[in-house]
């Protein structure tokens, strides 16, 4: 947890957060309180789920019948100890039996428990998704009979967008709600991909449904969402009958084999109405973008997984000698951690799982705001704080599980022919991570809400602030920064920061000529806000850590090793910014003049 509190104590100064949080769980979160909490989620990680991420993935789920679904030996058992010790109610509201502490803390505890065990983390993880939906939008009906039980874990929920026909493209979304009278709705259509869409963890599954009231609007301004129960629920809370949500099937994949991907055929499903009519995927993007952050978070933990495993292999592995002279005589070879090129991987996975867990706390410390701005009826600060979370998401997303699936893949790599042997577990966590850069919305499709929707249909006003609050923060460390290093890269910050101001600008006059121009500079624009956003989470730590070790505080070895990993990362990541840069202005022909029949002259002709 060192790394942990680091960037916790020193970088963003949690107690200093929570104290502007006092209607929303600050006051609770105390430095014993926090501590306490990070130590019995690390004690939860390592005993409990830790040892079940092998055993999900050889073992997997078992199809069982239309309505049954049994998970990987031993998930059962630690999703009850999970919900005894009150994990899934952490930072949800008192009045709904949850313990109402911020909900950054809620972020802490799944770091850990996604670089532990993420197959298994989907499944409580993904019914958050659905209590926030259910909290943001539900009536007060919908939250009396539904939210407690599922705050206390009692039940899980999940998500239910995607369908055969339309994938991503929400706009053919074609279940049917039909309204049947005392505020129900008959629900009817096929969706698939659902993960976590059914199990043996608990008695009951709320779905959060994506479908059409009848004569609604063509497109997505005709979708409304609906909460559809497994089973049904009695109005005194008893739970009854199925609900007609039936497995067609549950999908064989490459990875995460401990979570069941499900095919839910919905057949004449009682379902009430979340929030208004037709303004379903509004209110959808609630749950959508708590599970983008939370696929951040599986790339990151990837990263942070992979290094680890790595690491120990580098240290204990003998192999060659050193370039530069024999490191080990008393060994026949030297540990191949000496040799540059293995340390040019392990330190890029260590910027890459680094680097993610800050941007990732930013965010989280953006939405204890957001609520706490909410709570007192400040909603213009809360939708400010919306707009900033709504350009980091797609950055967040997109960039960590391209990058996080990068370290896998380098984790595979340091150790050679026997990272690629399933009893060494590196593969494992390379096939499990590759969906991040995939589900939850592609990262293609990230990248297009990124520079299309997040920037230049707002006309550039959440990256201005965003651009505004990088430049405060920065200027004093370029003028006045703890040593020279910081300073330097402070000034690089600040130019990288400007070249993705005049790059947005430059890119916004060539859409105006070929909107297509948009989708051909997405993916590079995309990953060059990720490198100058990760760039500016190393420059404050490098300067926290240079002043703690000037200071004399803490461990000197250790706060040199993090003024070490971010002179790597400005000397051999942030560089790859230029090659981006480059490649978001290449023409667009070399893109677009193929015509589709000859792509290939032999096959899909």
């Not at 979160?29 to 019995?40: F, N, Q, R």
């Not at 532990?116 to 958050?128: E, V």
């Not at 105006?512 to 990760?534: E, Q």
């Not at 023409?587 to 015509?595: A, F, G, T, V």
Request: net charge negative.
């Amino acid at each position: 947890m060192t790394e942990m509190k680091f960037l916790l104590d020193d970088v963003f100064q949690l107690q200093k957060h929570y104290e502007q949080l006092p209607l929303t769980g600050g006051p609770s979160a105390g430095p014993e309180m926090v501590d306490m909490v990070m130590t019995e989620m690390a004690k939860f990680a390592e005993n409990e789920l830790s040892p079940l991420n092998e055993v999900a993935d050889s073992e997997g789920c078992t199809y069982v019948n239309e309505y049954e679904v049994r998970t990987p030996k031993g998930f059962k058992e630690a999703y009850e100890k999970y919900t005894e010790g009150g994990w899934q109610g952490l930072h949800y509201p008192e009045e709904y039996g949850g313990q109402g502490l911020p909900s950054s803390l809620g972020t802490v505890t799944g770091e850990m428990a996604a670089t532990a065990n993420w197959t298994w983390l989907m499944y409580p993880g993904l019914s958050k998704g659905a209590i926030n939906t259910v909290l943001s939008h539900g009536s007060d009906e919908l939250k009396a009979k539904y939210l407690e039980k599922m705050v206390d874990g009692t039940w899980t929920g999940t998500m239910c967008l995607t369908e055969p026909q339309g994938g991503s493209d929400l706009n053919l979304v074609s279940t049917k709600a039909e309204p049947i009278g005392d505020g129900k709705y008959k629900i009817n259509g096929t969706k698939i991909f659902i993960s976590c869409g059914e199990h043996d963890m608990t008695e009951n599954i709320i779905h959060c449904v994506l479908a059409r009231l009848p004569d609604a609007p063509a497109g997505t301004r005709g979708i409304s969402l609906f909460l559809v129960p497994k089973r049904k629920v009695a109005d005194d809370g008893a739970v009854g009958e199925l609900n007609g949500a039936k497995i067609g099937r549950i999908e064989e994949k490459m990875g995460c084999h401990g979570s069941s991907t499900c095919v839910i055929d919905f057949t004449d499903s009682e379902g009430y109405l979340i929030g208004t009519a037709n303004k379903g995927l509004s209110h959808m993007f609630t749950f959508i973008n708590t599970s983008r952050i939370g696929v951040s978070m599986q790339g990151m933990a990837a990263a942070e997984a992979s290094y680890q495993n790595a690491l120990w292999y580098a240290k204990e592995r003998l192999a060659m000698r050193s370039l530069s002279g024999t490191k080990n005589p008393e060994k026949p070879a030297d540990p191949i951690i000496v040799h540059p090129d293995v340390r040019r991987m392990l330190l890029t996975q260590k910027c890459i799982a680094e680097g993610g867990r800050a941007m990732i706390y930013e965010c989280a410390l953006l939405a204890d705001l957001m609520k706490e701005a909410e709570a007192r009826g400040d909603k213009e600060t809360a939708k400010l704080i919306d707009d900033d979370m709504g350009l980091l998401t797609p950055i967040l997303k997109g960039f960590l599980t391209e990058t996080g699936v990068e370290a896998a893949n380098l984790g595979i790599q340091v150790y050679g022919g026997h990272g690629y042997v399933k009893e060494n577990k590196q593969e494992q966590i390379l096939r499990d991570v590759r969906i991040g850069a995939i589900w939850e919305g592609t990262s293609g499709i990230q990248a297009l809400d990124l520079l299309g929707r997040k920037i230049m249909q707002q006309k550039m006003k959440p990256l201005n602030r965003r651009l505004k609050q990088i430049y405060k923060e920065i200027l004093p460390l370029v003028i006045g920064g703890s040593s020279a290093a910081v300073r330097k890269h402070a000034r690089s910050v600040m130019q990288h920061a400007f070249e993705w101001q005049y790059l947005t600008f430059k890119i916004a006059a060539k859409a105006a000529r070929d909107k297509d121009f948009v989708g051909s500079a997405s993916m590079d624009y995309m990953f060059f806000a990720g490198y100058v956003t990760m760039a500016f989470h190393f420059l404050k730590m490098e300067e926290a850590a240079t002043k703690q070790r000037k200071a004399g505080n803490g461990d000197a070895d250790f706060y040199l090793s993090k003024i070490q990993t971010s002179a790597f990362y400005f000397d051999h990541l942030l560089p790859r910014t230029r090659s981006h840069a480059e490649s978001m202005f290449t023409p667009l022909s070399s893109i677009m003049d193929m015509k589709p029949e000859h792509f290939s002259f032999d096959h899909a002709l």
